[in-house]
T-cell receptor, first 116, second 111 residues
Framework: NAGVTQTPKFRVLKTGQSMTLLCAQD?????MYWYRQDPGMGLRLIHY???????AKGEVPDGYNVSRLKKQNFLLGLESAAPSQTSVYFC???????????????FGEGSRLTVL | LAKTTQPISMDSYEGQEVNITCSHN???????ITWYQQFPSQGPRFIIQ???TKVTNEVASLFIPADRKSSTLSLPRVSLSDTAVYYC????????????FGTGTRLQVTL
């Protein structure tokens, strides 16, 4: 049981380049999330999805796009990378949208992105 | 959503009990209190969740007073491997997308 898997784990980009981070979960969860974490900071929600074919903006969505074409996959795209997007990106999934029972978030190991 | 306040950091010696308190004065009636643990270079991991009174599992206890305006995560007999950042989150149904991970409490355990 792999849980939540993120690829790639590390990537270095030049300013203006594009890339896609892939998140895959095998727990049949409806809800998926992309967070970013900067040094010494908590996690900030970028985008999330409440089901296949749906996406919504989180706290810091600018500069990112997402897609949820399949229930098990949630893609995060950077169309034109900027140094301010240097961060560690975490994907998470949950069974329900509850912040309480059944809403436990399961996180991936993170993807470290550096934009030069 | 209820805002949470935690100490920025705590230090402990191995073998001691550690109590981390979280303040959430504006907690709503249907909100649960959840604690996550994060090790360096890893995603956060669920530790424990509660609604009221006391909850205990194999790794921690969670104490919630009657007014639910605060909660205390208790780690018994910590070891070096408990060195991590601990986050307190408060939320109820439909709030998972709005949960805020603050800066958490950085626990440092030494010999």
């Amino acid at each position: 049981n792999a849980g939540v898997t993120q690829t790639p784990k590390f990537r270095v980009l030049k300013t203006g380049q594009s890339m896609t981070l892939l998140c895959a979960q095998d727990m049949n969860h409806e809800y998926m999330y992309w967070y970013r974490q900067d040094p010494g900071m908590g996690l900030r929600l970028i985008h999330y999805s409440v089901g296949e074919g749906t996406t919504a903006k989180g706290e810091v969505p600018d500069g990112y796009n997402v897609s949820r074409l399949k229930k098990q996959n949630f893609l995060l795209g950077l169309e034109s990378a900027a140094p301010s997007q240097t961060s560690v990106y975490f994907c998470a999934s949950s069974y329900s949208s509850s912040g309480g029972k059944t809403g436990e978030l399961f996180f991936g190991e993170g993807s470290r992105l550096t934009v030069l | 959503l209820a805002k949470t306040t935690q100490p920025i950091s705590m230090d402990s010696y191995e073998g001691q009990e550690v109590n981390i308190t979280c303040s959430h004065n504006n907690i709503a009636t249907n909100d649960y209190i959840t604690w996550y643990q994060q090790f360096p270079s890893q995603g956060p991991r669920f530790i424990i969740q509660g609604y009221k009174t006391k909850v205990t599992n194999e790794v921690a206890s969670l104490f919630i007073p009657a007014d639910r305006k605060s909660s205390t995560l208790s780690l018994p007999r910590v070891s070096l491997s408990d060195t991590a950042v601990y986050y307190c989150l408060v939320g109820g149904t439909g709030t998972a997308s709005k949960l805020t991970f603050g800066t958490g409490t950085r626990l440092q355990v030494t010999l």
